[in-house]
C-alpha cells in the first residue's frame, strides 16, 4: 500500500481509472471495514486502483476544536488497520481551514477527477462533505454524472439490532463494556504505550508485579478490573488490567496497569499493547494489602478462565 497526503505522491498508474470511498473511519470498525472490502474487490473486478481518503487530523478537531470525542484510533493505527484491507492507496489528506471551505463540487474536481481519474465513488450510509456537510449522497451522485465517475452509497451493518457506528463504540468503551465494542469493531479494542515505572509497589508489596503504560491513545476504557491480552513483541499473554486511581492507597493520577500471568521479566521501556476482553469488576477501596491481595488473586483466577475460552482469543 502507498500512502501519500496528495494525489500527486502516488507513483502507481492511475490511467485506468481508481475505486474510493472516502470517510474519517475512526476505529475502522465494521462498517467501515465494509466499505474498503467493497471498494478493493470492485477495484480488482474493474481493474481500477483501489484509493481510502481519510484526513487528519479528524476534521472535527479543526472545524469544532477542542470539544471533539477522544478518538478511538490513532492516525498511525488507523493506517495500520487500513492497510490490512489491501486497498492500493491510502491518501491521509493534511485537514485543514482551506480543504474544509472547498465546495463540493471544488473538492470533486480538484482531488477525485483531476488527481486520482476516479471512476467508482463509495460512501457510506450517513456520509457528507465539504463546506457545511452540503455534499451530500445525491449531490455526489450528479457530480458523478457530470464528471463520468459511478456513485454508490453502501446500507449501515447492523449488530446487536443497531448501526454500527464510532459514536456508540466510544460510548461502549467509555462505560468499559469492551467486549460490546468488540464486536463493532470486529477486534479487540486495545490500547498501546511504553512501559514506565510507576509506584514499584505492586511486586515488592503485593506479589503481583504491574507494568505501568503511558498510553498514547486519547480513549480508555472506564475506570476497573478488566481480562485482557497483553501483547508484546508479537507475543499475547494472558493478563488482567486495572485501569484507576488504586483508591486503596489514594493515587491522583490514573494508572493503567497490567499483570501478565505466569510472567517475569524486566520490561521496562518496552512497548505493550493491551487488548481488552473483559471488564470483571468497577476498582474499589480494600480494607488493607491482604484484602487488596485476595481481590486480586480472585481476579486472576477469573481471567485465566475467561482468557482460555476459545471466543476470548485475540
Ligand atoms: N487497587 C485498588 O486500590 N483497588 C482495586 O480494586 C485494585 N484492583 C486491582 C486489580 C488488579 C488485577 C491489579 C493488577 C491491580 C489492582 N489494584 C487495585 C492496583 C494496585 O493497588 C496496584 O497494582 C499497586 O498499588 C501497585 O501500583
Ligand atoms: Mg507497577
New binding site residues.
Partial sequence: MELVTLPEEITRDLSSGSCVTIGNFDGVHKGHRKLIDTVVQKARRDDLASVVITFDPHPLRVLVGDHTPPFITVAKRKIELIESLGPDVAMQMRFNRALADLTPEEFVRKYLVDGLNIKALVVGYDYSFGKGRSGNFEMLKSLGEKYGFSARRLDPVIVDGAIVSSTRIRDLIKSGEVWNASSLLGRLYRVSGEVIH?????GK??G?P?A?LRIHNELHPATG?YAVWAELNGVFHQA???I??????G?DDL?V???ILDFDADIYGSQLSVHFVQR???????DGLDA?KE??RA??AL?RRLLDEPEARP
Avoid at 510507576?198 to 505492586?202: A, E, I, K, Y
Avoid at 470483571?280 to 480494600?286: A, G, H, V, Y
Wanted: aromatic letters at 10%.
Fill in positions: 510507576g509506584m514499584d509497589r505492586g508489596l503485593l503481583f504491574t505501568n478490573v488482567v488490567a486495572n484507576g486511581y488504586n483508591p486503596t492507597f493515587n494508572s496497569e497490567v499483570h470483571l469488576r468497577p476498582e474499589k477501596k480494600f487488596l481481590g486480586i481476579d486472576t481471567a
